[in-house]
């Protein structure tokens, strides 16, 4: 039986910002046999072939994030700890630069710079990829890595470089705000 969940699919515009829907996942339609035999089978071979150990609740988060995420830019997984981080950043209950995130391919990638805030003014947009923070690559960061190097003491200053496309790759420097 699988975990219940929670998952934030689309989304609904406010006067502020595209805030996530979020769906809290407790029972839901079996997929068929062949399906699930699919999804053991090669979490069973990459448990027993891959170069160093993953748990099996990792690759099923991974590959329920990966699922959702090629929905659209605004739909991905979140387990309970990731769903309480995310509320408590749209609630706007904490210093930081107005800026919601998620994860492409190992790498934090901007879902939405929230209006009148840093990242807004700074002009970070919808699928720019942050490639470094302080000038420190993000590959290999986890997005609560991340999102921990983001936030900081408001007043201070983080650096990002940000990567858009085939546009050449540049850095911009965010002031870090007390939201209200």
């Known amino acids: 039986m699988a975990k219940p969940g929670l998952f934030a699919i689309g989304g609904f515009a406010t006067g502020i910002a595209a805030l996530p829907l979020a769906v809290v996942v407790t ?8 399906d699930i035999a699919l999804i053991v089978g090669v979490i069973d071979l990459v448990q027993r072939s891959y170069v160093h150990a ?6 099923t988060k991974d ?6 995420s090629r929905l659209d830019p605004h739909s991905d997984y979140m387990d309970e700890k990731e769903f309480r981080q995310t509320s408590g950043d749209i609630s706007g ?17 901007v879902i939405a710079p929230i209006d009148d805030t840093p990242a807004a003014k700074a002009g970070l947009q919808p699928g720019d990829l942050i490639v ?6 993000t590959g290999g960061m986890t997005i609560e890595e991340v999102v921990d190097v983001l936030r900081g003491k408001p007043g201070t200053t983080v650096k990002l470089g940000i990567s858009r496309g085939a546009k050449t790759p540049f850095e911009v420097t ?7």
């Open 63 to 68: 590959a329920l994030k990966g699922m959702l």
């Open 27 to 34: 029972s839901f339609a079996a997929p068929s046999n062949s």
């Open 54 to 59: 993953i748990g099996p609740d990792q690759l």
């Open 174 to 180: 965010l002031t870090r705000i007390v939201s209200s």
């Open 132 to 137: 470094a923070v302080d000038g420190k690559d």
């Open 93 to 109: 209950k904490f210093g930081g630069l107005g800026i919601e995130i998620s994860e492409q391919d190992g790498i934090p990638k």
